[in-house]
Antibody, heavy 123, light 111 residues
Framework: EVQLLESGGGFIQPGGSLRLSCAAS????????MSWVRQAPGKGLEWVSA????????NYADSVKGRFTISRDNSKNTLYLQMNSLRAEDTAVYYC????????????????WGRGTLVTVSS | QSVLTQPPSMSGAPGQRVTISCTGS?????????VHWYQHLPGTAPKLLIF???NRPSGVPDRFSGSKSGTSASLAISGLQAEDEADYYC???????????FGGGTKLTVL
């Protein structure tokens, strides 16, 4: 079955760090770029970061640049998001999404999503 | 404030047609970048509805259609059904931000 399963969310204090994982199955993981998208409580979707199939190209939203790092392990079919210096405004459900198109161009969209993992940043 | 603007809510009776708008600017939709649409029921994984402005993935009913003109795009849903009650989001690329952007989302209620 084609699916994405996120894990690693939880409750963390401001300034702390957390690493999210996304396990992919049912497709050739290394052939596709991947992305993280988040949704804060009561808000809409916000693109966070993306990585090419090889892992050689990455990009980030300005809101997380310098604090978050996206990576992948194609041997384990797993996508990661290392989140450092967390802020209250990072509180959200984080979705892993499979990308169609190339993240090094302007044409890409998300054709498969996971159900998300909740990250709560609070003191 | 989202880069792409959508109406926060819309409603329609079963069988009716509704059109959800997505308005951008010269740095995104107006630059010719494609628009994609998603359906999201709270607590579930978002679902791709339309890609490349007007293309439906396999399995998406032809009741859903998309279009784009100038700095705006639209998602039309005809023959509304109770199961269409969900949040709908548009997405495109923004050259000023060098990344993907979403609309604020539209909550569709089927009366």
């Amino acid at each position: 079955e084609v699916q994405l399963l996120e894990s690693g969310g939880g409750f963390i204090q401001p300034g702390g760090s957390l690493r999210l994982s996304c396990a992919a199955s049912g497709f050739t993981f290394s052939s596709y770029a991947m992305s993280w998208v988040r949704q804060a409580p009561g808000k809409g979707l916000e693109w966070v970061s993306a990585i090419s199939g090889s892992g050689g190209s990455t990009n980030y939203a300005d809101s997380v640049k310098g604090r978050f790092t996206i990576s992948r392990d194609n041997s384990k079919n797993t996508l990661y998001l290392q989140m450092n210096s967390l802020r209250a405004e990072d509180t959200a459900v984080y979705y892993c999404a499979k990308v169609r198109g190339s993240v090094t161009t302007s044409y890409w969209y998300f054709d498969l999503w996971g159900r998300g993992t909740l990250v709560t940043v609070s003191s | 404030q989202s880069v792409l603007t959508q109406p926060p809510s819309m409603s329609g009776a079963p069988g009716q047609r509704v059109t959800i708008s997505c308005t951008g600017s010269s740095s995104n939709i107006g630059s010719g970048y494609d628009v994609h649409w998603y359906q999201h029921l709270p607590g579930t994984a978002p679902k791709l509805l339309i890609f490349g402005n007007s293309n439906r993935p396999s399995g998406v009913p032809d009741r859903f259609s998309g279009s784009k003109s100038g700095t705006s795009a639209s998602l039309a849903i005809s023959g509304l059904q109770a199961e269409d009650e969900a949040d709908y989001y548009c997405q495109s690329y923004d050259s000023s931000l060098s990344g993907s952007v979403f609309g604020g989302g539209t909550k569709l209620t089927v009366l």
